[in-house]
Each structure stands twice: as C-alpha cells, then as structure tokens.
C-alpha cells in the first residue's frame, strides 16, 4: 500500500514536505526510513497502532528530555498517563495534571523576572502532549501523534543552550533522529505493519 494513499484518506495534504517525502514510497519503506520521531509516531497512528502504544511511545520520548525530572508536573502528568494506559487512572485524573502543568507554566513565565526557558517549556509541552494523545478521541489520534515528540525533540535541542536561545533546525534534526530510536524500540515494524494489515485490509 502507497503511503500517498494514506495521506489522503487523512486528508494530510496540506503538509507540503510530508507529502513530497512520502512521494513513491509504500508503507513498509516509510517506516524503515522515516529519521524523525515526530514523523514515525505520525506513521504508527496512520496505520492503525493501539492507542497504548502510540502513548507510551510519546511518554519515552519525554522522559528522554534532560529537563523532564526537574519538572513536577511534567512528571506527574506522565506517571497518571501511563498509569490511565494500565487501566489504574481515570481520563479526569489525567485532565487534572495537565490543568496544574498549564497552571505552573503560566506561573513560571509571567510571574518571574527570569529568562523564559524554552527547553524547561519544550519538555513540560512534551509531557502535556503525552497526556492529550491519551484522552483525545480515537479519531483525532493522527491529529496529535506528531506533538510530544515533536516538543520533546525541541528540548533535547535546547537542552545547552541559553534559557531564550531557540535551538537550530539542524539540532531538532538530530534529535528526532534519537526519538525514533526510542519509538522503534516500543513499536517495532511487526507490530506496525499488523496493525495496518487489520486497519486497512482490503484497501
């Protein structure tokens, strides 16, 4: 199956580069040779991975970020997310982490007379995605597969850098590289490819 088919049952062809780089390639090829993690998770989600998966999956790639244990509620809202994937929390447990994360966020940028930190906000994002991807409706998964390790990425990215420095593209690069690493450890390309073979039989 052509990924360009997939792409436009999802109606994802507003993203140019995405669908220039999915151009003649099959699902099986995508998956071996997508670099980035943002785009890989995009992938899993396109081809019909369990939403499990497609969270614990996000959920590695911000805790991969340095600055992820320095932050109480980034930390918070991963361990009830994953703890909603084990059936051990509830949807409103998880809203209620990110509401404090959203809370803590503001606090620290508008009530401090310090630089605004992009890479601490890049993982407390991660995280917060995480949570979003978990409790989002089934049919909006695509919509935000792409987010946490898309943030988690910036943070890595930002991790050595000054506290209002933005990262360069060519560091988010390298950093999605090692996400993907991580997504292809939780979803291997068996699982992926079965769970398009009963997604999309017969297309």
Partial sequence: MKLVKLIQIYDLGVNKDFVRWARGRDIDDAWRACPGGDVLLLLAAMYGVERKLLVLAAADCAEATPQHKKIPTAVRTIRVTRALMRGKATDAQVHATVEAA????????????????????????????????????????????????????????????????????????RASRRLAVLIRRRIPWSVAKAACAVQWSGR
């Avoid at 890479?119 to 049919?139: E, K, M, Q």
């Fill in 102 to 173: 959203f809370s803590a966020a503001d606090a620290a940028e508008y009530g401090s007379s310090k630089p605004w930190d992009y890479a601490t906000s890049y993982a407390s994002d991660a995280a917060s995605s995480v949570a979003t991807l978990a409790t989002c409706p089934r049919d909006r998964l695509v919509d935000f597969a792409t987010d946490g390790p898309g943030y988690a990425a910036l943070a890595i990215a930002a991790n050595r850098l000054g506290p209002s420095d933005v990262p360069s593209h060519a560091a988010v690069e």
